[in-house]
């Protein structure tokens, strides 16, 4: 879904000498702001255990009470967490946890309802459909492959495209996938993370959910390798296409995001968390 709000960007920007601009605000901000990128994930978990295992071997050579103990844990905690907290660049943050709440409620008012009713279509066509959207963006993939010189994936992504495109029928089939040739998620937000751009900037953007700095320059430059743009005529085809496959990859999705909701104590941290941690995995892979 996020790809829409950047095309329309790219109609905007074609037409006006902004484009230079914007492109050169969103690299200041990945360059100057500090890396999420070089942050490492806590498990909060894990950290738990570390703390209680040093608490109770402390612990086991003192007579202490309860309230001590509890101070003793609270230090050990807190000492995990120092060493490994994120480095979240977020200083947007009020803004971006209104455009959290606004995306939540488009969700559970309109997408959710949507993509419910959209279910009555079948399964497999829905998959075929998937299949057929994926297999229509395996320029982004196989050029991004190029660039960050993965060039063995770049000749997985290829042999996809040619198996799913004749063997598939148009993609709408993955027999690909059952010769163990496993797509290869690339784009050009992870090509700048390759080649050490940080990522700037967190921000929640209105309808298209979390994003940052960098991976809004990589949504920029990927628009123009997506054949979608060049086989539309204008941005409201355009859009339509997309929300066909937005709808679609909702409907398939097992309410995901429902289930982050209701478990979280403060969903917009932890979907935050979550995408930098998704992104910084893409890269490092």
């Given at each position: 879904m996020k790809i829409?709000?950047?095309r329309l960007i790219q109609v905007a920007v074609t037409r006006s000498s902004?484009?230079?601009?914007?492109?050169?605000?969103l690299a200041v901000a990945?360059?100057?702001?500090?890396?999420?990128?070089?942050?490492q994930h806590i498990d909060a978990s894990h950290i738990q255990l570390a703390a209680l295992e040093q608490v109770a071997?402390?612990?086991?050579?003192?007579?202490?009470?309860?309230?001590?103990?509890?101070?003793?844990?609270?230090?050990?905690?807190?000492?995990?967490?120092?060493?490994?907290?994120?480095?979240?660049a977020d200083p947007m943050e009020p803004f971006n946890r209104a455009m959290f709440w606004f995306n939540d409620r488009l969700y559970f008012y309109l997408f959710k309802?949507?993509?419910?009713?959209?279910?009555?279509?079948?399964?497999?066509?829905?998959?075929?459909?998937?299949?057929?959207?994926?297999?229509?963006?395996?320029?982004?993939?196989?050029?991004?492959?190029?660039?960050?010189?993965?060039?063995?994936?770049a000749g997985v992504e290829l042999t996809r495209f040619t198996v799913n495109s004749t063997v598939g029928i148009l993609g709408l089939f993955d027999p690909a996938k059952d010769m163990g040739f496993t797509r290869k998620d690339e784009d050009f937000g992870q090509t700048l993370g390759e080649y050490g751009v940080g990522p700037g900037f967190y921000i929640v953007l209105p309808f298209f959910g979390p994003s940052s700095a960098r991976d809004g320059i990589g949504m920029l430059v990927d628009g123009y390798a997506d054949p979608v743009l060049y086989g539309t005529d204008d941005a409201l085809e355009y859009l339509a296409v997309k929300a066909v496959d937005s709808v679609n990859a909702l409907s398939i999705d097992k309410d995901t995001y429902d289930a982050i909701v209701k478990e979280s104590l403060d969903p917009y941290l932890f979907v935050r968390d979550a995408y930098i941690q998704h992104r910084e995995g893409k890269i490092r892979k």
């Open positions: 829409v709000f950047f902004s484009a230079v601009g914007l492109l050169f605000f990945c360059v100057c702001l500090p890396p999420i990128a070089s942050a071997n402390e612990s086991a050579q003192l007579d202490i009470d309860d309230d001590e103990f509890d101070a003793l844990f609270d230090d050990a905690f807190d000492d995990e967490v120092g060493d490994n907290q994120l480095a979240v309802p949507v993509a419910k009713a959209y279910r009555v279509v079948p399964e497999p066509a829905r998959v075929s459909v998937s299949n057929f959207f994926s297999n229509l963006a395996t320029p982004i993939r196989f050029l991004n492959a190029l660039f960050q010189l993965k060039f063995k994936d």
